[in-house]
C-alpha cells in the first residue's frame, strides 16, 4: 500500500470509527439499560443542564482536553476530531432511532450497541491519529503519577460512574455488560483493522495511545 493510499484509508477509519462510536453510545442511550461509564456522566449531566447528550459530550471532551495542558499531553488529528465527531452522531443517531419499549427490544439493542461500540473503537485507534481526550486523561496521568494505566483508568472511570449516577445517569446490566466486553471486543477489531505498512518503506510515526488505555474516544 502506498503512503497516499494508506493515509486516505487511515483518515477514512478515523472518521467512521469516530461517527460508529457515537451512533453505538447512542444505541446504548436508547436500550435504557445501563451506559458506558463516561456515557453515564454525559446523560447526567445532560438531565442537569436541559443540553442534549451529544451537546454534553462535546463540552466534556473539550474541558478534558484543556487537562492535557498540565499534563503536558498533545493532541492529535484524531484527538480534536473525537470531541466533536462522536457527540454530532450521538445527537444524529438519537434524532432517528424511535423510541424503543419492551426488553425483547431492548435487550438486542444493548448487544448491538456494545459489538458496534467495540468495532467503532478498533476502527479509529488503529488509524492512529491520537487518543481520545478522555484516553490521554488516562495516560497524562499515568505518566505524571508514575500509577499504572489500568489503576489511572479505574479511578477516573468510577468518580465518573459515581457523578454520573448521582446526577440522574443510567447503571444498569448495559454498564456491566459494557465493562467486561469492550476490551476483548477493541482487541479483536484492532488487529481486523489494521493498517498495513506503507509499501514505499517509507515510516510513518504512530501518535496512537497505549493499549493498555483503551478505551473511550
Known amino acids: 500500500m502506498s503512503t497516499q493510499s494508506r493515509l486516505g484509508r487511515r483518515l477514512i477509519q478515523l472518521y467512521v470509527g469516530l461517527a460508529l462510536y457515537g451512533a453505538s453510545s447512542a444505541l446504548l442511550v436508547e436500550a435504557g439499560l445501563g451506559l ?10 445532560a438531565e442537569l443542564t436541559g443540553l442534549s447528550i451529544g451537546v454534553v459530550s462535546i463540552i466534556v471532551g473539550a474541558a478534558v482536553l484543556l487537562l492535557w495542558i498540565p499534563l ?20 444524529a443517531t438519537l434524532a432517528v ?19 458496534l461500540n467495540g468495532v467503532a473503537t478498533g476502527l479509529y485507534i488503529a488509524a492512529h ?3 481520545g481526550p478522555r484516553d490521554g486523561l488516562m495516560t497524562g496521568l499515568h505518566r505524571r503519577t508514575g ?13 465518573v460512574v459515581i457523578t454520573g449516577f448521582v446526577l440522574g445517569g443510567t447503571i444498569g446490566i448495559g454498564t456491566v455488560l459494557y465493562a467486561v466486553s469492550i476490551g476483548p471486543l477493541a482487541q479483536l477489531f484492532l488487529r ?10 517509507s515510516t ?9 488505555a483503551i478505551l473511550r474516544p
Not at 458506558?36 to 449531566?45: A, C, D, F, N, Y
Not at 492529535?76 to 450521538?90: D, K, Q
Not at 438486542?108 to 459489538?115: Q, R, T, Y
Not at 500509577?147 to 468518580?159: D, H, P, Q, W
Open 36 to 45: 458506558e461509564p463516561w456515557g453515564v456522566l454525559h446523560q447526567g449531566l
Open 72 to 91: 503536558r499531553q498533545r493532541p492529535g488529528l484524531g484527538t480534536v476530531s473525537n470531541v466533536f465527531v462522536v457527540g454530532i452522531a450521538m445527537d
Open 97 to 115: 432511532v424511535p423510541e424503543m419499549h419492551g426488553l425483547a427490544v431492548r435487550i438486542p439493542l444493548l448487544l448491538a450497541g456494545i459489538v
Open 129 to 131: 491519529f491520537g487518543p
Open 147 to 159: 500509577r499504572s494505566i489500568r489503576l489511572m483508568r479505574t479511578a477516573v472511570e468510577v468518580a
Open 192 to 201: 481486523v483493522f489494521a493498517v498495513p505498512p506503507a509499501s514505499d518503506g
Open 204 to 212: 510513518v510515526v504512530a501518535t496512537g495511545q497505549p493499549r493498555g
